[in-house]
């Protein structure tokens, strides 16, 4: 069977969901084998292993955990060339599209970017202007290059024993020219991460202050949420630009979306509007927000949101 | 210090969006303007060459014929001059392909830093910067959300949901410029007028050298199948708050398995 590469994505040893749901696409349309940038932990070879990667190409460089764009490039390339792979599917992270960027141009391949779906004939599913359309496109020239954005597929466990094979790539001068010269990781947040949360609870320029969030978070924590903003917060400093939604921010699709104090511009729908259920709490009953909310509630979302935090604790309990 | 800023001109997000039978962006039935993302790059060029005291900044885009106010708009911010590539056979153009010309173009100024926004508010694939850079052989540093220049090296700060970055390179560079470097600045009356003044050179492909055949529709390296709208969501129940919005609100969760 055909290869498939998958470039996996992994943060300290782990590998990041996103590779998994690559697994089970590439698996639609050949033998899923995986590109690892540096040491392969046991964890991420179980892993890749559970959901179906027939082989994993380790390709293991120093130059590799600094500045990863080029490097990662390069080693597709080789590969590549070696496989001839059916497609090459990336995550659609900042880190992804630019990989395939500079891939795409090296291979002379088409690619397409942000897919949401991709079938066996490798026809890909995009949804495009803020979720407004969908659309279907194919590769036609070279080995297709496909960025897939995260959550948009359920991973399915195909455990395999994959065959690992080292791989030694040269890496150019020009993949050596950026520098990471200082590297601050953030405080991890005990809430859940953005992006994968089942539960969203957000809070925009309505909410009236920073102080006030301690509502927004007390309402995400009765729920198990994640916190999330509009860029009027953000832009007042009223809550971290981390945390932001939209299309310059994140783009979340939970379970259950609540938007407080939220008006509801296209910019900010993009990053929400495929969230399964949405409440919203606004003082203008005409609120853009209303239009695309399950459930809204007319009011002063001071009064609101902690009606319904103790609401829930009591239901609880 | 030559500053070379790509810009594109996009239809405003707030209108109705949507495609042509032949699968291009309908670029009539929404007002066009220049990407808001881009002026942010545009206001990081402009401080650069005021810090440097000296300095020329370039705007470069490739659209339509429309797409000329856009241009005139950078200039009235305060670049120096605009390049307006734009040739009917350029309609339809994939990534790769808006790439290949941006390139030509580029290659043709010799800027010491390129800059982009961080997407367009179209497409928004934020995939030019990377492709242009691997087309003229140079480092990117991308979603900078500061910059500076010192000498012959460019450094930026990136922040990204794990942490904080310094990245640092040598120029030649391109550099990607996101919404966090700061308000880009109002066109004075000044400047539109000294505007009106200033250059726009227009490129075809031709002047490019570049074969019509591998840009546009003909040369796409990606095809579109199909368009369908999405269904739109539609508006569920709404209370008036009257005292109890929270515990009606909590009764809808709870009723859908939430609670
Ligand atoms: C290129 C570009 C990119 C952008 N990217 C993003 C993005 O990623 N994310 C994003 O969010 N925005 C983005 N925006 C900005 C977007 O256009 C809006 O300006 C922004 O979303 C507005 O935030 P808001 O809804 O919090 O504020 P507002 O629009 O000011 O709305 C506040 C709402 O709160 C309500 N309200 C006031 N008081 C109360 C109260 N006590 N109780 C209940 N309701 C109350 C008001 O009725 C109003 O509807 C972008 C804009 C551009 C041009
Ligand atoms: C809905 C939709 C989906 C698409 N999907 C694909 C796809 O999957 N694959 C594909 O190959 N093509 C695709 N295209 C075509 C692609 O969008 C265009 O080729 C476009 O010119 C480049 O992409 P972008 O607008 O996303 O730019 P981005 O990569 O988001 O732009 C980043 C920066 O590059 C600069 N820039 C971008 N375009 C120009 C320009 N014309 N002139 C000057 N500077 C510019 C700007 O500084 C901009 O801020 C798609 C187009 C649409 C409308």
New binding site residues.
């Given amino acids: 069977m055909r290869e498939v590469l998958v470039l996996a994505e992994h943060e300290r040893g782990q590998i990041s969901k996103s590779t998994t749901e690559l697994l089970t696409l590439a698996s639609r349309m050949g033998m899923p084998a995986v590109v690892h940038l540096g040491d392969l932990t046991e964890s991420a070879r179980s892993v890749l292993a559970e959901y179906g990667a027939g082989k994993i190409y380790i390709v293991d460089r120093p130059a590799v955990h600094e500045y990863r764009v080029l490097p990662a490039a390069e080693a597709l390339v080789t590969i590549s060339v070696q496989s001839s792979p059916v497609a090459i599917l990336i995550t659609s992270s900042a880190e992804g599209?630019e990989i395939g960027?500079r891939l795409?141009v090296k291979l002379g391949s088409?690619?397409?970017?942000?897919?949401i779906d991709v079938a066996a004939d490798l026809t890909?599913t995009?949804s495009?202007?803020a979720d407004s359309?969908i659309?279907r496109?194919n590769v036609a020239t070279g080995i297709p290059i496909i960025?897939v954005k995260r959550n948009s597929t359920t991973p399915v466990a195909a455990p395999t024993t994959p065959t690992i094979v080292k791989i030694d790539v040269k890496t150019s001068e020009l993949a050596m020219a950026a520098t990471i010269v200082d590297r601050t990781p953030h405080d991890q947040s005990s809430r859940p991460e953005l992006s994968d949360a089942t539960v969203v609870v957000s809070g925009g320029r309505g909410v009236g202050s920073a102080d006030n969030f301690s509502l927004i978070e007390d309402l995400a924590d009765a729920l198990g949420g994640a916190v999330g903003a509009s860029r009027a917060v953000t832009d007042l400093g009223w809550y971290a630009r981390s945390n932001q939604v939209g299309q310059t921010g994140k783009t979340v699709s939970p379970q259950l979306y609540i938007a407080n104090g939220i008006s509801g511009a296209i910019q900010h729908r993009a990053g929400m509007q495929t969230s399964k259920t949405i409440l919203a709490v606004n003082t203008d009953p005409d609120a853009p927000i209303f239009d695309i909310a399950d459930f809204g509630v007319v009011g002063d979302l001071l009064r609101v949101v902690p009606q319904l935090t103790e609401e829930i604790a009591r239901r609880r309990s | 210090m030559r500053i070379a800023?790509?810009?594109?001109?996009?239809p405003d997000a707030a209108g109705d969006r949507h495609?042509t039978p032949i699968f291009?962006?309908e670029r009539d039935a929404v007002q066009g303007l220049l990407?808001e993302?881009?002026e942010y790059?545009i206001e990081q060029a402009l401080q650069l060459v005021e810090t440097a005291g000296e300095g020329q900044v370039t705007v470069?885009?490739?659209?339509p014929d429309n797409?000329a106010p856009a241009l005139s708009r950078a200039l009235s911010m305060g670049a120096d001059d605009a390049v307006h590539?734009v040739d009917d056979c350029l309609a339809?153009?994939?990534?790769?392909?808006?790439?290949l010309?941006?390139a030509a173009a580029l290659a043709r100024i010799d800027a010491d830093l390129i800059?982009?926004?961080?997407?367009?508010?179209?497409?928004?694939?934020?995939?030019?910067?990377?492709?242009?850079a691997e087309r003229l052989s140079l480092p990117l540093l991308s979603f900078a959300s500061a910059l500076r220049v010192e000498g012959k090296y460019v450094t930026i700060r990136r922040d990204d949901d794990e942490a904080t970055e310094t990245i640092t390179t040598t120029l030649p560079a391109v550099v990607?410029v996101t919404d966090r470097t700061g308000e880009a600045r109002y066109p004075s009356f000044k400047g539109i007028l000294a505007a009106k003044k200033k250059h726009i050179e227009r490129l075809s492909l031709a002047g490019l050298g570049i074969d019509p055949a591998q840009v546009g529709l003909l040369g796409?390296?990606?095809v579109?199948s199909s368009v369908s709208r999405t269904p739109s969501r539609a508006a569920g129940v709404k209370v008036l708050d009257e005292g109890s919005g929270g515990i009606q609100a909590a009764a809808y969760l709870a009723a859908n398995g939430f609670i």
């Fill in positions: 599209k960027g795409a088409g690619i397409i970017i942000d897919a890909t995009q495009v202007f359309f659309v496109a960025t | 800023v790509l810009v594109k001109y996009v495609f291009t962006t990407c993302l881009d790059a470069l885009t490739m659209g797409a590539i339809g153009s994939d990534a790769l392909a808006t790439s010309v941006l800059l982009t926004g961080m997407a367009s508010t179209d497409a928004g694939l934020s995939v030019i910067p990377a492709m242009v990607s796409a390296m990606t579109m």
